[in-house]
Nanobody, 121 residues
Framework: QVQLVESGGGLVQPGGFLRVSCAAS????????MGWYRQAPGKERELVAR???????KYADSVKGRFTISRDNAKNMVYLQMESLKLEDTAVYYC???????????????WGQGTLVTVSS
């Protein structure tokens, strides 16, 4: 079983910064992509950022220029550096990865438990 452990969420003032981390562990043969989603109360979960093994990234328009996603393939970790935070960034942030557990298996998506980021003055 593949597990994701997240950390780094918390309370931050508008204009501030925060970095959340996610570590994947368990029966991992390979990881093709890692990413971050977020969900605010009453809203649907949305993609924030995604990064593939080669380093190609994708960001939601709302966070471009402010958030940076990165990964450490050797450690099976992914990070999201959030800067110039806004009130509307407040949400539960979820880590997800696409993993293979065996060489011949298909890639499947695994989700973390979520970490709360609250932007408030």
């Amino acid at each position: 079983q593949v597990q994701l452990v997240e950390s780094g969420g918390g309370l931050v003032q508008p204009g501030g910064f925060l970095r959340v981390s996610c570590a994947a562990s368990g029966s991992i043969f390979s990881i093709i992509n890692m990413g971050w989603y977020r969900q605010a109360p009453g809203k649907e979960r949305e993609l924030v950022a995604r990064i593939i093994t080669g380093g190609t990234t994708k960001y939601a328009d709302s966070v471009k220029g402010r958030f940076t996603i990165s990964r450490d393939n050797a450690k099976n970790m992914v990070y999201l550096q959030m800067e110039s935070l806004k009130l509307e960034d407040t949400a539960v942030y979820y880590c997800n990865v696409g993993v293979k557990t065996t060489p011949l298996s298909k890639y499947v998506e695994v989700w973390g438990q979520g970490t709360l980021v609250t932007v408030s003055s």
